[in-house]
């Protein structure tokens, strides 16, 4: 882990001249696949199944950007990556894109020099807490051992949380998702705090899900989204527009089962017909091929069926649509026309 | 009139550069130079440029902007408002903190375990072998977090010490908690305190040492000074008359009336630990992060150290305990005597490196969530900010001369107790 972090940076210093204006796109056609960073295991966001295979939310995300460019949503390299390597594997070129629940902030977006592209999941840093401390609100935490995933935007919010509120707490830094979820366990901390779709999916993998409870403070906003670096954004309007495609094919009814027959012949939708190629040429806008929004949806599906097979309410994680709602349907989901 | 010819002048050729042996090494290590010095300047302008093509500058103003990041075990005063370079201050002290016991543990140990190997009694032979095998062919990491892993699942979380009937209860006549997060031990309180020093004002390095804790060194040390002019004494009044006086009494004393005067007058007293809310308040909390990193990195080098403790007492022949049981000394003394003192000189220089190699595994911290300086600037700090390069170099930095400090500390005490040859 360590290594790799301060691999990363000797390459950011200089070894690979990847980094910078080199067109990512070429990169990646030429080596014939995607290397997507992803999170080293969150259920229901980006884990490895049964049979080896990741899926997620956010590996659906790498999943279609693939189908996209490459025609073949398989041909994807993920990149397990901890909260404190990510942005150096970005940085570096270890990595074409992040899709790994990562805080859209002003920092990362100004001083780190990346792009995000959009949001693929608003979200706020929420606490759970064992039922059988009768905790009912955050701010009774006074004196909690509370544990955090160390190098990222929750242990930031976490000290604003505390300090604003006078309240006294003590940080667990840990390195990933799996190890809190076992000190959380064990009794080593009270508190385990993430993101509130991340508390959801690390509840649903534990024996008794329905001993613990996620408290109704939501102390920060988190918008979740992929990134790329900055410097080549011809890459970054694909990744954007690859995202946008499967928002925008859910508000217009486009499903992986559908597209087929719509993008056979022009409809009556031009903004459906633009995004599937049957009319226009954004395509050939991107430098892709005119069916690569079809492709998009085929093989992943639109953003609605992303979500719930995924993340759910049929799923065991069973998080809502809540602000991730289509904003026909009062969310904050809003894809710029294809036009 | 003889004429004296010289031989002819071997003219310089070219050529000779390689074929002549005066000058070949030259030519060779001119080459290597030449092409070391090209390989650096690679380096660096392929750094300058990729930085220039990302759109990043280097500069260490980033140090004194606000952490914003909270840090469990802090030696000194900080809170999240305070700068980055005080949060890497504070890592420091705990990597410092961690290294001193460990190697502190570790030669305990390690000399222990290191002569126990060369025991005759078969059992304590083979029991220590197994150890020193033990802990020297698995990874220190695995170590470190297999301690971790141990006490976080068997000891009890502070929830089951509550209640009217808990699971758990505090141990030595309820002083002392152990839990699953860390032991709360007793800590020593004054309540007619002398307060404390502050050093180096509003600086980030700023620190408070407490004038209590000075005091009892003082009187300590001037007690040992004591028992010494006591001993010196005794020794005198032996070579003088041929026989030694009774001193056991006043050495007691001098060690032990001055220090009992001052805790009194310190008004010294015991804090216990008690439940309240989530978590024990009050004593001192060792946390298990700690307690894993010190006692992994400890057991794991004592290992090698063991090996140096024999290899030093196999390097002293035989014939030298023969000579000394001849003399009348018993096994015991003839360790303590005669071959340990000869064996230090074989110890000592290996014995830095596991020292600096003890301080350097101690950036493994982070395994178990211990704030040492690789969390804190090339950890939290780094992400935060993301100057890779400038964290990634003065954490380099800060280990260079931390290691070169224990290096040069050992070496100055290798020279005192080397052989000195006429």
Partial sequence: ?339 | MATVTDPPKAEFRLSMLIYDTRYRSMTIQVVALIGFLLLVGFLISNTVQNLATSGKTVGFGFLTEPAGYDINQVLIEYNNQNSHLRAAFVGLLNTLLVAVLGCITATVIGVIIGVLRLSPNWLIARLTTVYVEMFRNVPVLLWIVFAMAILIETLPAPRAFRGDDPEATMKIFDTVAITNRGVYVPEPLFSRSLGDIHLFGTSSMNFDISLDLLLIIAVVVASIFGVRAIKRNADATQEKTGKRPTTWYLTLGTLVVPLLVVLVALGFHLGYPALQGFNFQGGTYLRNSLIALWLALSLYTAAFIAENVRAGILAISAGQTEAAGALGLRPNRIMRLVVLPQALRVIIPPLISQYLNLTKNSSLAIAVGYMDITGTLMGITLNQTGKELETLLLGMLIYLIISLSISALMNWYNNRVKLVER
Avoid at chain 1, 4 to 12: D, E, H, N, R, Y
Avoid at chain 1, 80 to 90: D, H, I, W
Avoid at chain 1, 140 to 169: H, K, M, P, W
Avoid at chain 1, 263 to 286: F, K, Q
Wanted: with cysteine.
């Fill in chain 1, 1 to 339: 882990m360590k290594k790799s972090v301060f691999l990363g940076a000797l390459t950011v210093a200089g070894l690979a001249a990847t980094a910078g204006a080199a067109a990512t796109l070429d990169d990646v056609k030429a080596r014939g696949k995607l290397n997507c960073g992803v999170a080293t295991g969150v259920p229901g966001f980006a884990a490895p199944n049964a049979s080896g295979e990741w899926e997620g939310f956010d590996v659906a995300v790498c999943r279609g950007v693939a189908a996209a460019v490459l025609g073949d949503p398989t041909a994807v390299e993920f990149v397990p990556t901890t909260g404190k390597t990510r942005f150096t594997a970005l940085a570096s070129g270890e990595i074409d894109m992040l899709a790994r629940n990562t805080t859209w902030t002003f920092s990362r977006d100004v001083d780190l020099k990346f792009t995000f592209v959009g949001v693929n999941y608003y979200d706020g840093q929420g606490f759970m807490v064992p039922k059988e401390l009768g905790v009912s609100s955050a701010k009774e935490l006074d004196g909690a051992t509370v544990c955090i995933q160390t190098g990222t935007t929750t242990e930031l919010n976490l000290a604003d949380f505390f300090r604003v509120n006078n309240i006294s707490y003590e940080p667990v830094p840990i390195e990933t998702n799996a190890e809190a979820q076992q000190q959380y366990l064990a009794g080593a901390c009270d508190v385990y705090t993430t993101d509130a779709s991340g508390l959801a999916a690390t509840r649903s993998t534990f024996e008794n899900a329905a001993d613990h409870v996620i408290l109704p403070e939501i102390i920060s906003k988190e918008p979740l989204g992929p990134l790329v670096r900055h410097g080549d954004d011809e890459w970054g309007d694909i990744v954007r527009w690859s995202l946008n495609a499967m928002i925008a094919a859910e508000e217009y009814g486009v499903t992986s089962a559908n597209v087929g027959e719509m993008s056979a012949a022009a409809g009556d939708n031009p903004e459906v017909n633009r995004l599937l190629g049957t009319e226009g040429n954004l395509g050939e806008m991107l430098g892709l091929d005119a069916g690569w929004a079809k492709m998009v949806i085929e093989s992943v599906g639109n953003y609605g069926e992303v979500f719930e097979s995924n993340i759910g309410s049929a799923t065991p994680i069973g998080l809502s649509r809540g602000l991730n709602a289509q904003w026909t349907e009062g969310g904050l989901l809003y894809a710029p026309p294809f036009r």
